[in-house]
């Protein structure tokens, strides 16, 4: 055989050898599990699901399809990525990509558009269609303004998680807020964050009304300016007594609200109309007392999801103290407080109280369902077939900045709408803070933020060290 022939068939048959390998690894690549096909190494951790998704998924006992909707050729590969993570995770979700060219009769089969991730249960029947533009958002100030197309965050696990957890869920949580008192809108984000958590919000006159709705899960009260009327308080007290939910924010008014102030303490809450500022040092933010970090008390339950180190934001909280004399079966469990510097000032007065202040409180109290069951108490939580036994439950924030809209977007990273999202679902069966915030997509870029010792060794010594040894260096190989 001729020697270049034989050395050329043997170069054949090991590139067929290597086509044949890449093809089987790439087989059984496609066999691995989405969340070990790659790493996150996303500056957000746009690729990792929290422990709120995991447990969900981990509860999960309904089966549930995710069509991803569009040319699979033009999909973005994060959503299909990320979409997999879940498949991974639970034996009851499964991912299907529906290519609607080829398919026309797909967006009439489903009951949706192109250019959706498609959340469907068999077993409720229900449904929910996410755009893609819903996971990766864009900077709509710069797409509109200079034209510009710039992704701004990633919403994929917010948006799939609390899909999942309605479609598969039978029911809701109505939340009724309260008008008619000058009350403050909520803001887009807490409104997102209510829906992501299966929390539907409608609007409440109880003076039109005449009565609280029977639906009525959680009653929300946000800074109203004006006071309730008598009747009002009354048909809130009444709802409180039969196991109601209220959550109230309110602040400093000019009249101070005495019937609002009156039903907070008949449940040991006692507000001050004015405001609270904390004079600790490393408390407040860019050297304003009024603006400062509150002190968590993580007995109460209210905290969960937060640690220490992850602070919240308050802007010009009024404050309260809890009643030394509570009756029996009334427990109260403050949540946010300020260190033992805290100031109360009386805008009138221009009095300064020191103190420390309770900045949001919890209190229960079991219902009392009969005349021999006066003497109930916290302790007797529990029912005979184990059901937890309906308690009255008056939530109350002093600080309605803490879910302010141009606070809650210039700091991001504090813990408000946590805090918020934990006190509204609290003693709540069917309600799961499902509230996950879109992780940014923008570039982020290390710098020095304020002048000092750190500046001047990245700024000055370091750089006069390089340059010295560099000139060390180039005068010895000069000599040689």
Request: proline residues 5%; glycine residues 8%.
């Amino acid at each position: 055989m001729n020697k270049n022939l034989k050395k050329g068939g043997i170069v054949a048959i090991f590139t067929v050898i290597v086509i044949a390998a890449v093809i089987v690894v790439n087989l059984i690549a496609g066999t691995v599990p989405a969340k070990y096909r790659r790493l996150d190494l996303s500056t957000n951790q746009i690729f990792s699901l929290s422990g709120t998704t995991k447990d969900l998924l981990g509860g999960l006992t309904k089966d549930v399809n995710i069509y991803i909707v569009g040319d699979p050729d033009r999909v973005d590969e994060r959503i299909t990525h990320f979409a997999g993570l879940y498949a991974d995770l639970s034996d009851h979700v499964t991912v299907e990509v529906k290519d609607p060219v080829l398919h026309p009769d797909v967006l009439s089969t489903l009951n949706t558009e192109a250019n959706t991730v498609l959340v469907s249960c068999p077993d409720t029947g229900k449904t929910q269609s996410i755009p893609f533009t819903d996971i990766i958002q864009i900077d709509l100030m710069a797409y509109y303004q200079y034209q510009q197309y710039k992704e701004s965050s990633f919403d994929g696990e917010g948006q799939l998680t609390s899909a999942i957890s309605y479609v598969a869920n039978d029911t809701e949580t109505n939340v009724y807020q309260l008008s008619g008192h000058k009350e403050s809108t909520l803001p887009a984000m807490v409104t997102d964050a209510l829906k992501k958590s299966n929390m539907q919000v409608h609007d409440l006159n109880l003076l039109t009304e005449g009565a609280m709705p029977g639906d009525c899960e959680l009653l929300l009260i946000n800074n109203p300016q004006t006071d309730l009327a008598v009747d009002e308080k009354d048909m809130i007290s009444g709802y409180l007594e039969q196991g109601g939910h209220v959550l109230i924010l309110t602040g400093y008014t000019e009249s101070g609200n005495p019937n609002l102030s009156s039903l907070c303490a008949d449940y040991g809450l006692e507000l001050k109309n004015g405001y609270v500022a904390d004079t600790a040092p490393g408390q407040y933010y860019n050297n304003n007392p009024f603006l400062f970090f509150p002190e968590y008390e993580f007995s109460g339950g209210m905290l969960t999801g937060i640690t220490s180190k992850d602070p919240a934001l308050l802007l010009n909280p009024s404050g309260m103290t809890v009643s030394e004399n509570l009756r029996d079966g009334l427990t109260v469990a403050p949540f946010l407080t300020t260190t033992d510097s805290g100031i109360f000032v009386d805008p009138t007065t221009q009095e300064q109280t020191p103190g420390t202040y309770v900045l949001g409180a919890t209190a229960t109290e079991p219902v009392v369902t009969s005349e021999d069951s006066q003497a109930a108490t916290a302790s007797q939580a529990q029912s005979q077939d184990g059901e937890t036994e309906p308690e009255a439950t008056l939530t109350v924030i002093t600080a309605p900045s803490l879910i302010d809209g141009s606070l809650l977007q210039q700091f991001p990273s504090i813990t408000n709408l946590t805090i918020f999202m934990n006190a509204a679902s609290h003693n709540i069966s069917q309600a799961v803070n499902l509230s996950i915030p879109a992780k940014s997509l923008e570039v982020t870029y290390n710098m020095i933020t304020a002048g000092g010792l750190w500046s001047a060794l990245f700024i000055i010594v370091i750089p006069v060290i390089f340059l010295i040894a560099g000139f060390v260096i180039w005068m010895k190989r000069r000599k040689l």
